[in-house]
Every structure is written in C-alpha cells, then in structure tokens.
C-alpha cells in the first residue's frame, strides 16, 4: 500500500533525493544503505565541526524546534546543528502548553501547520506516543518531521546516534572516516538495562540493531533485556525483533535476565536506562523499582575491560558519577555524538548532505 504509513518502512536510502524533505518518525524508515548514508555523512559533520566549527549550508534556513515535554540535549544538539550549518532556529517551549495557543484549545496539529508556514523543517517531542507520527503524516504537513521523542514509543535520532557511538567505539568506523564492517562470526553482545518497559531510546535501539545485523553490522547479534519483572521490554519490541529476523534470515538472538552481572558477561555495551517516574501512576509504584540497578566502580570491576557503557541521560543515580573516569564510560562521547548525527539529519532532509 502507498497510504501515509508506509512512508514509515525503507523509505531513505543511499540516495541523497530520498532525504530530501522527508519526515523522520522512526528508526524503520532506514534501509541499510540510508543507514551507511547518514553514519558518513555524520561522520563528514564531526571532522567539519572540529575543523572549521561548521558551514553555511543551511544558511537562510529556519529550524522550528516544539518541545511539549522537557529536554536538554535533543532540543540543544538540534539548535546548534542548526546553528552550526549556517542555519537558524525558532524554538517554542509548549511543556504544559507553554506559552502558546493550546493554552486556547488550538491543536498540535494546527501548531505545527502554523511552524511550517514561517520555517523549513520541524523537530517535534510530544508525552503521548503516536502523537509526532500523526502529526507528520497529515496530509497539510508538508515540510519534514522529525519525531524527537514521543512519549513511550520512538525515539529515532536517539538511536541513531547510539548506533553512531557502538561503531565508533567498537571500531567499525576508523579514523579516517571509513566504515570497516567486515563480515564477523564474533557476536555484538548489547545489554538493555533498567526501564525498559517506559524506555523510548531502548525500543528504538533495539529495533534499529535488529535491522541493521545483517546487512550493517554482518555479525550476529545478542540483545540481552535486563530490568526488574515489571519494567521488562514490550512483547510488541520483541515480536517485532523476531518478525525483522525471520522475514530477513537474520541472526538475533534475544535473552531476558534480572541479574545485571549474569547479563554483563561477554558483552560489547552496557545500555543503562533511567527509570521514568513521570511514566508511573503512584509514587509507590516508582519508588518499588528505582534503585534496581546501579553502575558503580565495583561492577566496572566486574566488567569485561572491553564493554562500554552508554545512557541516553539524563542519569539520576543509575550510573555512580566515579564512573565518569573510566575509560569505557561513553555516555559523554555518545551525548557528544548527537550533534554530528543531527547535523547530518537536518543536512539530509533539506537536500544538502554535502556542502556546496
Ligand atoms: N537523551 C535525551 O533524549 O535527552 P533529553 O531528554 O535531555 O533530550
């Protein structure tokens, strides 16, 4: 069918022009190549940044930034891509309404419409999950989307920028820019920790890994799910999981786990989560599961010496701030990571993925 929803499935590829003013609502929009695509243009925006600061590629171009809900790295990394392409930016801040017209009853919707007649592209983060999905697909949308997170279901630039960080860390993208994705029969062992049931980046993540296995990464995968009973990974994540890895004959394997240690073992990365308690209808409830797990200098010890850790921040008290040192901590480099990534988004959805 070619309704609205399937501009949600393998519609960006390695063709610049399928960018190009398209919405970025989820991670099942990337084909492998468009993934190859946007990791080396990514990788063309860090070597820009630290050379030159940035270019003018996007200059005369407006980016509307509307969060109706908290964020400091989305809605900053996202206004200073912008900024650092020779763009500029709008930022309206409707947490609670804001200060804007819902507070009159207006709609998201007619918002956004109105962002989009005064701008060229729209990052949008909303509590409610399918609300940046409906919003992009209706049909007086005419400029691109980009969901920035919405409520419990997706949040595509976040694991875009995650998967950025595994290659770079683990040493499939090299210095010089090259990506070095050999076939392997090693396993790329990845740990989802903590809220996985509230968890918008791990949903994200593990459906872009499943996708990218095979094609991308071309090692088998393990996605380890570890988090208290209540908190598990969806069963609509996983079935999706297994559907991606029959249809394609790819080589995922999913395993559940409550110990942190048990489910450490071997591994590649440690994703630690935060627990979101404004997800949580009672206090109680909240308070039940938030220490469940805590990385701290003496699981590090514990740990494989090659196992990064990464979080998607804001931490609470999930990762001991002693862990900052270690040199496997990657949540800084991967919070880093989030410019160059969306930088090479906004180039990518205005048609100018390489400078003039
Ligand atoms: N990772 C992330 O989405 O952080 P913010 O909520 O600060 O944007």
């Known amino acids: ?90 930022h309206v801040d409707a947490s609670a309404g804001g200060n804007t017209s819902s507070k009159k009853g207006e709609t998201v919707s007619d918002t956004v419409k109105c962002l989009q007649c005064y701008t060229d592209v729209t990052v949008m983060r909303h509590p409610t999950q399918g609300t940046v999905v409906d919003t992009a697909l209706d049909s007086i949308i ?37 990506l070095n994705n050999e076939p392997s029969i090693e396993p790329l062992i990845v740990v989802l920790l903590g809220d996985l049931k509230h968890g918008r980046t791990v949903h994200s993540l593990a459906k872009l890994l499943a996708r990218a296995q095979r094609e991308f990464f071309k090692r088998p995968l393990v996605l380890r799910y570890c988090s208290p009973e209540v908190l598990k990974m969806p069963s609509y994540i996983q079935e999706y999981i297994d559907e991606v890895s029959t249809i394609a004959g790819s080589d995922i394997t999913q395993e559940v786990y409550t110990n942190v240690y048990d489910a450490m073992k071997n591994s590649d990365v440690l994703y630690q989560t935060r627990v979101q308690k404004e997800r949580f209808n009672s206090p109680v409830e909240y308070a039940n599961v938030k220490g469940a797990y805590i990385i701290d200098t003496q699981l590090m010890e514990d740990a494989p010496r090659k196992m990064i850790v990464m979080h998607p921040l804001p931490r609470v008290d999930e990762i001991d701030t002693d862990v900052d040192k270690d040199p496997r901590a990657a949540y800084f480099r991967q919070m880093e990571n989030g410019l160059y990534v969306r930088m090479a988004i906004l180039a990518l959805v205005l048609g100018k993925g390489v400078a003039n």
């Open 142 to 178: 005419t400029k691109p989307v980009i969901n920035a997170g919405d409520g419990v279901g997706e949040h595509p630039t976040q694991a875009l920028l995650d998967l950025f960080t595994i290659i770079d860390e683990i040493g499939i993208l090299q210095d010089d820019n090259v």
């Open 1 to 90: 069918s070619k309704g609205p929803a399937s501009k949600l499935i393998d519609g960006l590829t390695s063709d610049p022009a399928s960018w190009m003013g398209q919405s970025l609502i989820s991670v099942t929009q990337l084909t492998t190549p468009g993934l190859e695509l946007l990791v080396q243009t990514a990788a063309e925006m860090r070597t820009l940044v630290k050379n030159h600061g940035g270019d003018d590629r996007l200059k005369h171009k407006i980016l509307a930034t509307i969060f109706y809900e908290a964020s400091t790295r989305t809605s900053c990394s996202f206004q200073t891509a912008m900024l650092r392409l020779g763009g500029q930016v709008m």
